[in-house]
């Protein structure tokens, strides 16, 4: 098996994501994390549920016959899949602050903007309801910014400033990005440096941030399992779509 | 029973200029374009419009149409952002009100029921409630004592939905996996439009679809136009697909202040019966490139 690219490397980061969440809603956006939740699917994380980004919820791998499993249209998701706390989103983001507070409504002032984006979408929803995580193909201090201009999903201190009920059931757990993998698990919940990528220093992610990253308890991301490899490169993505996302 | 069938025109000509005009479907799926299309062919003017968005969007902020937008997105779906949605805010041309997208549905909810508003935990901490200084929290009576936000109702003037069949009375149908907010829409409006690909006999909506697909009832249901394809270029599954290459036609015109004009003249400018020929044209000719 030839050696590990760092678009397989992130695959494998964002399947890790969802290690012990059982039977929920995994909602990844990109196409990397897609990878990574179905590879975690056919791997350590067999509960989780997935929908075909229409309304079926579908079980099966790729190659495989599809089977619905489950009906899950927009109006259910808001209604209560959302609410009711049993998923795990990994979301894209146009900006990212040092809380994790994520921004894919627009670039400037709200009022008119520099550049509108998509809007603020459900990651209001999202993130006080259930686990969020997000998805970073770019480490870059474009992204990586010392403030967001429109807070779509809430960061610690955002959720922490809108009372008991923003911050219950508040859960930011990861960032992934082609670089390295953030958490929040330090006494402020700023961000911290949790891993870099083989290859990668932490200078070069410290230098592509914006604002100061706890760093001082970095180790390496995990390299794919053999078997990982295979099901990415045989099964999961065999066009390598994933290179396309992640530049070698 | 009443027949309900009308023209799009003749649903144009029942709206009046500042109205708040809900639109179903959700980003570019399900659109009811032909009655938006309308919208574009007549002298409306300083619409609220209350969408999901998609196309729909684009293209009356395009011809002026919206004053205000209330929102959660605005996206094409294979494509992420509409050009004229985003020429609009950018050179400041419409107001907005931007929700959660759960928040949308608690605002459509709430006013379904006619109640003051319905709590939601969705927006809490994050920018919406910065940018909508209106919106109020309620603490709730019991003793948890949360305080939620508190989404008003999004009473509509009208809401403009497109099923795949309904009768000539009003009862619709959708046939594809997903129903949309198309029943809230209706029911928070004051009067609702379908459009429909097909007008068909009452007996025929249980014998294509199961009873569950029966989304809308008549008595939510001002008048049934047909127009078949009259979600085109958005979907409309299982009669048809996002024409994507059509879509990626538009975006690209869209962003073109060169080509926009060309495109206006081509598809915009004649009626539904005209738009649908040079659709049928248009993919001819791109299928022999």
Known sequence: MSEATRAEIAIVACAELFRGDGEVVASPMGLVPAIGARLARMTFEPG???????????????????????????????????????????????????????????????????????????????????????????????????EVDVVSG??????????????????????????????????????????????????????????????????????????????????????ATRDKEVRA | MIDKRMTADEVVAELRDGMTIGIGGWGSRRKPMALVRAILRSNLRDLTVVSYGGPDVGLLASAGKIRRLVFGF??????????????????????????????????????????????????????????????????????????????????????????????????????????????????????????????????????EGPVQSLLLSRSAVTGVVQAPHGAHFTSAAPDYGRDERFQRHYAASAKDPEEWPRFVDRFLSGDEERYQAEVTRFTSEEAAV
Request: glycine share 8%; charged share 25%.
């Open chain 2, 74 to 207: 605005v996206t094409l779906d294979s494509i992420p952002f509409d050009p004229h949605f985003a020429a609009a805010r950018q050179d400041g041309r419409i107001e907005v009100t931007e929700y959660d997208e759960g928040m949308f549905h608690a605002g459509l909810s709430a006013a379904v029921k006619r109640l003051p508003f319905l709590p939601i935990r969705a927006g809490l901490g994050s920018d919406v409630v910065t940018v909508n200084p209106g919106l109020r929290t309620v603490r709730s009576p019991y003793s948890d004592g949360e305080e939620l936000l508190a989404v008003p109702p999004l009473r509509l003037d009208a809401a403009l939905v497109h099923l795949n069949r309904a009768d000539m009375h009003g009862n619709a149908q959708y046939l594809g996996p997903d129903p949309y907010f198309d029943d809230d829409f209706a029911l928070a409006a004051d009067r609702c439009f379908v459009s429909t690909e097909r007008v068909v006999d009452t007996a025929e909506l249980t014998a």
């Open chain 1, 48 to 146: 989780l549920l997935m929908t075909d980004g229409e309304a079926y919820l579908v079980a099966g791998t790729p190659g495989e016959a599809t089977t619905i499993e489950g009906w899950q249209p927009f109006k259910k998701m808001l209604d209560t899949v959302v609410p009711n706390g049993k998923r795990h989103v990994v979301m894209g983001t146009n900006q990212l602050d040092r809380f994790g507070n994520q921004n894919i409504s627009a670039i400037g002032p709200h009022s008119r903007p520099d550049r509108q984006l998509l809007g603020v979408r459900g990651a209001p929803g999202n993130t006080v309801n259930h686990r969020t995580s997000y998805w970073v193909p770019k480490h870059s201090t474009r992204v990586f910014t010392s």
């Open chain 1, 154 to 239: 809430v960061g610690y201190d955002r959720a922490s400033a809108g009372g008991p009920a923003a911050s219950r059931y508040h859960d930011l757990h990861r960032v992934v990005t082609n670089l390295g993998v953030c958490d929040f698990d330090t006494p402020t919940r700023s961000m911290r440096l949790a891993s870099v990528h083989p290859g990668v220093t932490v200078d070069e992610v410290v230098d592509n941030t914006s604002f100061e990253l706890d760093t001082s308890a970095v180790t390496e991301t995990r390299l794919p399992t053999d078997e990982e490899l295979r099901l990415i490169r045989d099964v999961l993505d065999p066009d």
